[in-house]
């Protein structure tokens, strides 16, 4: 059971918008910044957004962050069909004195 | 340009033991925390440990504490993870991962190694 909640799917058609939620509690992201990953299928995660709402080099503007109390959310607008992945919500818990990731969410583009 | 590549998974018995390496190109690696991340078959991303700079600082998840030692040699560039006493629920993808500030995000990937743990 991980300690930041995500739905399990979610799914959009192209070009809709589509926002995928992360909960958590005060130990983690109440206390802590909020980064995203997107994983393609075989291939390593890779870093979308990172403390709470800053883009890496390279990921586009229509992917964006937000964080509020205990939650985080990632908004994608603009869905294209390589957005199709799965996202993993991830920050720092204070009682675990650990790194704590989402269980993820698999978004499909219809 | 900067890389991790791991290496040292493979096939091994419940009970055994393996040493994971991860070697680091491209950057400064003394500069930068680094972790171990697992993903089992079908699942999520798991954080193992993490250990600072100078590894005057580590940390693990309780899943791993006391079985699994995070170690580096910043000479070498390279990263180390030396797990014990496997288990079949041990069996993932490992990936090495560079933070991008102490204890912050996973900037870097490595491209993983497979542990499978056989009964």
């Known amino acids: 059971q991980s300690m930041l909640t995500q739905p399990p799917s979610v799914s959009g058609t192209p070009g809709q918008r589509v926002t995928i939620s992360c909960s958590g509690s005060?130990?983690?992201?109440?206390?802590?910044?909020v980064n995203w990953y997107r994983q393609l299928p075989g291939t390593a995660p890779k870093l979308l957004i990172y403390?709470?709402?800053q883009w890496p080099s390279g990921v586009p503007d229509r992917i964006s962050g937000s964080k509020s109390g205990t939650s985080a959310s990632l908004a994608i607008s603009g869905l294209q069909s390589e957005d199709e992945a799965d996202y993993y919500c991830?920050?720092?818990?204070?009682?675990?004195?650990?790194?704590?990731f989402g269980g993820g969410t698999k978004l499909t583009v219809l | 340009q900067v890389q991790l590549v791991e290496s040292g998974g493979g096939l091994v018995k419940a009970g055994g033991s393996l040493r994971l390496s991860c070697a680091a190109s491209?950057?400064?690696?003394?500069?930068?925390?680094m972790s171990w991340i697992r993903q089992a078959p079908g699942k999520g991303l798991e954080w193992i440990s993490c250990?600072?700079?100078?590894?005057?600082?580590?940390n693990y998840a309780d899943s791993v504490k006391g079985r699994f030692t995070i170690s580096r040699d910043n000479a070498k560039k390279s990263l180390f993870l030396q797990v014990y006493s496997l288990r079949a629920e041990d069996t993932a993808v490992y990936y090495c991962?560079?933070?991008?500030?102490?204890?912050?995000?996973?900037?870097?990937w490595g491209q993983g190694t497979v542990v499978t743990v056989s009964s």
């Open positions: 991962a560079r933070h991008l500030t102490s204890k912050g995000a996973f900037d870097v």
């Open positions: 491209g950057f400064i690696f003394n500069d930068y925390y």
């Open positions: 250990i600072s700079e100078t590894t005057s600082d580590t």
């Open positions: 005060r130990s983690n992201i109440g206390s802590n910044t």
């Open positions: 403390s709470n709402n």
């Open positions: 991830e920050t720092w818990d204070d009682s675990l004195n650990g790194r704590v």
